[in-house]
């Protein structure tokens, strides 16, 4: 009788590994959509010769949409920051700042500039403010001569990369896209980000703010 437990309570056990799933992170990873979304994003990765995106900052006094937008190339790792207008006139009178956290791909689109200008009865804490124009302009100018803690031989560290991608544009977010996203490209074969560079706040880096 102990013999034929034992053989029932091994049946039972070997059924039961056979139909509980393979999960990581809670996705069953037998899930062929997911499967193929991580190939093909893993693909484009490697195949990509350059990543970047904008984020939109405001509109002009005249209604003209300001954007902050950044590159990086994979055949020599640069890395650009630049901005479509000077930043000085989103200070202006009858100028607006965004209301939130609006990015995209460089090629792609957002939406309408009224909307994501419109004063909310709460703000927002993603809203662009002054702090995050003068922040944004001392990672253009950090940028520009290759700061030594963000930068080894002309190439940005990961560090560097990561903080103007969170700053941004960190790639579509949708599970479901096979587009890369700012992670995909740190780990992608390819991108060869240097050793070294060391951790740093860009306020620190000399006197602070920077003339908008």
């Known amino acids: 009788m102990v013999i034929d437990q034992l053989r029932s309570s091994k049946k039972f056990t070997a059924r039961d590994l056979r139909q509980a799933p393979d999960t990581v992170g809670g996705r069953d990873t037998r899930d062929s959509s997911y499967a193929r979304t991580q190939a093909g994003r893993k693909e484009n990765t490697e ?25 990086l190339t994979k055949e020599d790792m640069k890395l650009s ?8 006139t989103l200070l202006k009178e009858e100028s607006k700042l965004a209301n939130n956290r609006y990015d995209a791909g460089l090629n792609e689109s957002l939406g309408s500039p009224t909307m994501m200008t419109r004063k909310l009865v709460k703000p927002h804490s993603q809203e662009v403010t002054i702090q995050t124009l003068r922040f944004l302009k001392r990672l253009e100018l950090l940028t520009e001569m290759n700061y030594n803690s963000g930068f080894v031989n002309g190439k940005p560290t990961k560090f560097m990369f990561r903080m103007i991608g969170n700053m941004i544009y960190n790639g579509d977010m949708d599970t479901s896209s096979v587009k890369p996203t700012l992670q995909d490209i740190l780990e992608g074969e390819g991108w060869t980000f240097p050793d070294g560079g060391e951790y740093f706040v860009p306020e620190n880096t ?3 703010p920077d003339e908008l």
């Open 47 to 71: 195949k990509a010769s350059e990543f970047g995106g904008k984020r939109f900052l405001g509109l002009t006094p005249k209604g003209t949409s300001v954007f902050v937008k950044y590159r």
């Open 206 to 208: 000399w006197s602070y």
């Open 81 to 88: 920051v630049w901005f479509t207008h000077k930043l000085s």
